[in-house]
């Protein structure tokens, strides 16, 4: 299946050095090789790169590489197809606009059944289970709060309901971001590391190239990082439990509730 990559900080921060050692997975490392996709919020507004070759051969893929966007909520995806063909139209992150903002979701896993009614204020572009999924959450959430952001709060406990139904039809690995956070669904594996002082030297697993981050950070930095797999060999990274939703802000997480179900039918935003 795919791979994600996901940041989240409390300064804006470059994600340079990890998506290196993402880049390699995409085809040259790893097998992930039908396309990737980042974004990056700035402010209210995001830059998003997609390409549906692989990462490790893309000169787009060495741009972003190289040039350091400083963000506080990046989401980054390389995909390995499982439903929908090759094409740029089904290259994760997808984005969409609620309550005057952007949203960014990206999405590993397979939901083959998945194929519920929507009522056209989200409609998929391409043809994967992913956009399916992203566009479904919208539209409840829309559904459910009306034209007005909820509170952080009250939007955690509506995306825990509505993963709750997403994660008992499958596998259901996701990343979900809106600018001001972060929100990581595990429902398989995904793993992340806080990164904060005392910094210290970090070696990339895919790619010979360390980093002192001591070099390139304050004393008040805090970065968090989230990977399908750890994305260093000198760094203990943490293991987000299977069937958990958590919520990262400010480079640390803050929330999370388990989302283990049994089976149970999705519901459309209208019920």
Known sequence: MCQLLGMNCNVPTDICFSFAGFQAR??????????????????????????????????LAELVRSYPIHSQNVIAHIR??????????NTH????????????FAH??????????????????????????????LENLR????????????????????????????????????????FAHCSTQLTYII?????????????????DFSDVTTPDDRVAVIATVPLTDNEDWAVLPSGSLWLFEEGAPVRHRLT????????????
């Open 260 to 271: 283990v179900a049994g089976p149970a039918k999705v519901a459309s935003a209208a019920s």
């Open 108 to 137: 590993n896993g397979h939901l083959p059944d998945f194929s519920p009614p929507l009522d056209g204020s989200f409609t998929p572009v391409g043809h994967t289970d992913s956009e399916r999924a992203f566009c479904w959450l």
């Open 143 to 182: 559904q459910r709060f009306g034209s007005r952001a909820p509170s952080q709060a009250r939007l955690f406990e509506a995306l825990h309901q509505l993963t709750l139904q997403l994660a008992a039809q499958g596998a259901c690995n996701y990343l979900l971001s809106n600018g001001d956070c972060l």
């Open 80 to 89: 390995k197809a499982t439903q929908g063909v090759v094409a740029l139209e």
């Open 26 to 59: 995409g085809g040259a490392t790893d097998v992930h090789s039908d396309g990737w996709g980042i974004a990056f919020f700035e402010g209210r507004g995001t830059r998003v790169f997609l390409e549906p070759q692989p990462s490790c051969s893309s000169p």
């Open 195 to 211: 990164r904060q002082a005392p910094f210290a030297v970090a070696h990339l697993r895919d790619q010979d190239v360390s980093i």
């Open 93 to 104: 992150p997808f984005m969409r606009e609620l309550w005057g903002r952007y949203w960014i």
